[in-house]
């Protein structure tokens, strides 16, 4: 017989468990080695109940938390509940069971109360390198094999005695042992301090209590979603755009959106998109699921927490074979590139009969930039890997944001320049909004970026570049025109300027420039109506110049 439970305790129940995930979450930042993780965060953390279904998350990369329960499903379906002990932790990294690439590794770890399993706790986050051809990443692999170390899943910890022959194995593998290391226990202590704050949550209100409120919070979710859905007329609605290439070939990679709204059902059917790419463009089916989810999300109660509720109502299909739902032995290092594009995909599909909810595209892509080499001071290795910000998509009543991660990346930070110039033999020389980039409107795209790098090492670096979106760049609605497409220029205005949006293990040497401009996001409405007193104030601010505002927007002085 099902406990009732009172309305108040779900609520506190409710922001309880994300607390615990929150707290998981500084636990992991703050005692992680990897910059990546204590400087840019490129991780999330989740609560799942015993079935695997999401309790509590903090804030963090949304294609990561719209898929750790399949990680702890893998693992279930091969050793049964019953094959988990207290003090268990279990990692695993592999493309195609998790969807992502080699470089981000899932850990997670039951939880036990009074000898009992309740649930599980999961971290999933980028490390600094996981071995491969080149460090930290590359942009030319033709298989997975040249990514790095491939994990299955395998016990990290074995009832609290951590299993020091796995560890060695993945430090050893990596260019980074000491961090490797490190960010493993860091993984541990976070699944460890999930398991703690929930056993606190348990003594208050008793498991019978917990998860009483947890079905009360799936109900409810699932409630809204069907609630939203059921408001948008049936039928179906498409939309379809092109990546640039696969970083190999110059063949362009078509995605492919259809999605069915039945009654209080909503499928997203990518079926036509591209095949898998020689390149590493490929992802896997898990990551892709997720995708949908943010994309979903973004459109039905995106103010509405997320829950074990959420997404019942969705179905994603996706054909095997694709490189949305790749195989072995594709590439997938740079997974997330389509992902940013069929996001946006889903919201311009459903634009026509969501208008208030619909954005303009976004920028919609990490815009990788890695610089590698030996310090030639610190006669050490060293390598910084960054995702770069752009312009967001503009909507009904207000502009698009400027410099922002784009939607696949989440709670990422980009690295500050004072931690830059601290650690890494490289200045900053500019850091600001790149002016006219954005899409213009009635309200217009947010800007994109603009960053300048010199090399200041001794002995020069490489350079590795993964920047997309300049064959669809972010497009406008309603009228909303596109943004500008995003550049990178070695050694700009000289006999050497060189433009790129990929390339790998590139060499540059000291006194080399390398400047990033990123692109801005699509505009809404048509330009001509914008508020002149709008456009006279973007170019007060010098988000554009007067003679932009004047061709594109009719601007007088």
Not at 12 to 20: E, L, P
Not at 121 to 137: L, Q, T, Y
Request: glycine share 12%; hydrophobic share 35%.
């Amino acid at each position: 017989m099902q406990t009732k439970v009172n309305p108040i305790v779900v609520e506190i129940i409710r922001n309880a468990v994300n607390s615990a995930a929150r707290e998981m979450n500084e636990c992991l930042i703050k005692s992680a080695f990897g910059p990546g993780i204590f400087e840019m965060k490129d991780c999330s953390v989740g609560i799942f109940d015993r079935q695997a279904r999401l309790l509590g998350q903090s804030s963090g990369l949304p294609i990561f938390l719209g898929n750790l329960e399949v990680c702890i499903n893998i693992v279930t379906d091969k050793i049964g509940l019953k094959g988990y002990h207290k003090g268990d932790v279990y990692v695993m990294n592999d493309p195609y069971l998790q969807g992502t690439h080699a470089a981000d590794i899932t850990v997670f770890a039951p939880i036990f109360y009074k000898d009992c399993l309740y649930g599980f706790s999961a971290v999933r986050e980028a490390m600094h390198d996981m071995g491969g051809k080149n460090p930290i990443g590359n942009a030319d692999s033709t298989d997975v094999y040249q990514e790095g170390l491939r994990i299955p899943p395998v016990r990290l910890v074995r009832e609290g005695e951590f299993n020091e022959d796995v560890a060695a194995l993945l430090a050893i593998n990596s260019r980074y042992h000491t961090i490797m290391r490190g960010d493993l226990h860091a993984c541990a202590a976070a699944c460890y301090t999930g398991e703690t704050r929930m056993g606190e949550l348990f003594d208050r209100y008793g498991t019978d209590g917990v998860y009483a409120a947890a079905e009360e919070i799936f109900r409810q979710s699932e409630q809204l979603d069907r609630e939203a859905v059921r408001q948008i007329p049936d039928g179906e609605y498409t939309a379809e755009g092109c990546l640039d290439n696969d970083g190999i070939t110059d063949e362009k990679r078509p995605v492919k959106v259809k999605i069915t709204v039945k009654n209080d059902e909503m499928t997203i059917d990518l079926s036509g998109s591209a095949r898998m790419g020689k390149g590493p463009i490929n992802c896997g089916e898990a990551q892709t699921i997720a995708a949908c989810r943010v994309g979903f999300k973004e459109m039905i109660h995106p103010e509405a927490k997320v829950s074990g509720g959420t997404f019942r109502n969705l179905k994603v299909i996706v054909e095997k074979g694709s490189f949305l739902a790749a195989e072995e032995p594709a590439p997938c290092g740079w997974y997330f590139t389509g992902l940013g594009l069929l996001i946006d995909l889903i919201v311009k599909a459903l634009a026509p009969v969501m208008p208030e909810r619909a954005a303009a595209a976004h920028y919609g892509d990490s815009s990788v930039i890695l610089f590698s080499g030996i310090d030639t001071k610190k006669g050490e290795q060293f390598g910084i890997c960054e995702a770069t910000a752009g312009g967001w998509g503009a909507f009904e009543g207000g502009d698009g944001q400027n410099g922002m991660i784009n939607v696949v990346n989440g709670d990422l930070k980009n690295w500050g320049v004072e931690f830059v110039e601290s650690k890494y033999p490289l200045r900053i020389l500019s850091y600001k909004i790149r002016p006219d980039s954005e899409g213009a409107g009635k309200f217009r795209g947010g800007m994109g970026l603009e960053r300048t790098y010199r090399v200041e090492n001794e002995d020069g670096c490489n350079l590795m570049l993964w920047v997309e979106r300049s064959e669809t760049p972010a497009w406008g609605l309603f009228g909303g025109l596109s943004a500008q497409e995003p550049d990178v220029v070695i050694n700009p205005g000289t006999k050497e300027e060189k433009h790129y949006l990929k390339t790998n293990m590139l060499p540059l040497k000291r006194g080399d420039i390398v400047r990033i401009g990123t692109g801005g996001g699509g505009g809404f409405g048509e330009p001509l109506q914008r508020d002149p007193g709008a456009v006279a104030e973007d170019i007060e601010n010098g988000y554009m110049t007067e003679e932009h505002a004047k061709k594109v927007y009719g601007y007088q002085l």
